[in-house]
């Protein structure tokens, strides 16, 4: 899949073959750094707002210095998709770290953040979002502050690593039986036409498409209720779902091996996957639903 030349940096846009860090870089070294993912569909960023937002929340809770103002963030999205002759389907990974500097644990003085933007196609999960995916359950044993989009990511990788070892798509994180998100996406169980999902507190991230699923369910009169779960109501739950920049409203059919309602999407979940293509302006040739939502 295609790297895009342009990329961005503190200092502005280098090709991609120029872009050196010395080994002694805090993102490198502690992982002290954060960043964003942020979906591209037809060369126009979706939900750019939301993701500049939260990367400037997570820099402040870290204390990170983002090199730009958010202003200008924005036009250095626009201009690095510019650049790049970006036209169809991608994403913008962008991550700051706290800067160069000689190892050690205390924040250095005086080092400016690094900061690195590069585009890369990324097309949609088709097959996946017509007919599901499965996921298996892990203990989350990530930190308290997931809210914060950290580089320190090393718990996700092994859960998503023991999802892929398992032919799953995902991998469901509960602390104690209690689920709180998965690997890299939110969750959600529907039950009698109302969707739950953990509250957005400090230990899951808010997610971007977290928040347009909310606007979603209250445009169709489904109840959003932000109330945590247990593994267990998984069996009994008639729809899951999970969401994300990447994987969009994506359906999930089966948990460690068992059916989830009747093994196929739901009707709650197709209607919200509809509203997303519809929110992300994915013109009706390009939907994946629209024939099969008019046909009921
Ligand atoms: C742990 C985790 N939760 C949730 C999400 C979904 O966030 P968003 O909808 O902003 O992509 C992600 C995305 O990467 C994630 O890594």
Same mark, same amino acid.
């Given at each position: 899949?295609?790297?895009?030349?342009?990329?961005?940096?503190?200092?502005?846009?280098?090709?991609?073959?120029?872009?050196?860090?010395?080994?002694?870089?805090?993102?490198?070294?502690?992982?002290?750094?954060?960043?964003?993912?942020?979906?591209?569909?037809?060369?126009?960023?979706?939900?750019?707002?939301?993701?500049?937002?939260?990367?400037?929340?997570?820099?402040?809770?870290?204390?990170?210095?983002?090199?730009?103002?958010?202003?200008?963030?924005?036009?250095?999205?626009?201009?690095?998709?510019?650049?790049?002759?970006?036209?169809?389907?991608?994403?913008?990974?962008?991550?700051?770290?706290?800067?160069?500097?000689?190892?050690?644990?205390?924040?250095?003085?005086?080092?400016?953040?690094?900061?690195?933007?590069?585009?890369?196609?990324?097309?949609?999960?088709?097959?996946?979002?017509?007919?599901?995916?499965?996921?298996?359950?892990?203990?989350?044993?990530? $930190?308290?502050?997931?809210?914060?989009?950290?580089?320190?990511?090393?718990?996700?990788?092994?859960?998503?690593?023991?999802?892929?070892?398992?032919?799953?798509?995902?991998?469901?994180?509960?602390?104690?039986?209690?689920?709180?998100?998965?690997?890299?996406?939110?969750?959600?169980?529907?039950?009698?036409?109302?969707?739950?999902?953990?509250?957005?507190?400090?230990?899951?991230?808010?997610?971007?498409?977290?928040?347009?699923?909310?606007?979603?369910?209250?445009?169709?009169?489904?109840?959003?209720?932000?109330?945590?779960?247990?593994?267990?109501?998984? $069996?009994?739950?008639?729809?899951?779902?999970?969401?994300?920049?990447?994987?969009?409203?994506?359906?999930?059919?089966?948990?460690?091996?068992?059916?989830?309602?009747?093994?196929?999407?739901?009707?709650?979940?197709?209607?919200?996957?509809?509203?997303?293509?519809?929110?992300?302006?994915?013109?009706?040739?390009?939907?994946?639903?629209?024939?099969?939502?008019?046909?009921?």
């Amino acid at each position: 899949m295609t790297i895009y030349d342009h990329v961005l940096t503190e200092g502005g846009f280098v090709d991609q073959n120029d872009l050196r860090y010395p080994f002694e870089e805090r993102g490198l070294q502690f992982g002290d750094g954060i960043y964003e993912v942020i979906r591209v569909y037809n060369g126009t960023s979706y939900l750019i707002q939301e993701h500049v937002e939260r990367l400037y929340r997570s820099a402040a809770a870290v204390k990170i210095n983002v090199p730009f103002s958010k202003e200008d963030m924005y036009h250095k999205m626009e201009e690095l998709l510019h650049k790049n002759g970006i036209d169809g389907d991608a994403k913008i990974y962008l991550q700051i770290t706290r800067g160069s500097a000689p190892r050690d644990h205390v924040f250095p003085l005086n080092t400016n953040a690094n900061l690195y933007a590069y585009v890369k196609d990324l097309p949609r999960p088709e097959a996946f979002l017509r007919e599901g995916v499965s996921a298996v359950t892990q203990e989350d044993v990530r $930190w308290d502050w997931c809210y914060i989009k950290s580089l320190n990511l090393l718990p996700n990788v092994l859960a998503k690593q023991a999802a892929k070892e398992q032919n799953c798509y995902e991998a469901i994180l509960h602390k104690q039986g209690e689920v709180t998100e998965c690997s890299s996406s939110n969750i959600y169980l529907v039950k009698d036409g109302s969707v739950y999902t953990h509250p957005a507190k400090k230990n899951i991230l808010h997610g971007c498409v977290r928040m347009r699923v909310e606007a979603f369910c209250s445009e169709e009169g489904v109840s959003f209720i932000e109330q945590a779960f247990q593994v267990e109501d998984i $069996w009994n739950a008639d729809e899951v779902f999970l969401s994300s920049s990447t994987s969009e409203v994506m359906p999930v059919i089966q948990v460690d091996g068992k059916q989830v309602g009747n093994g196929v999407p739901g009707t709650v979940t197709r209607t919200l996957q509809k509203k997303y293509e519809e929110d992300a302006k994915l013109s009706a040739d390009a939907s994946l639903f629209s024939s099969e939502v008019a046909a009921e």
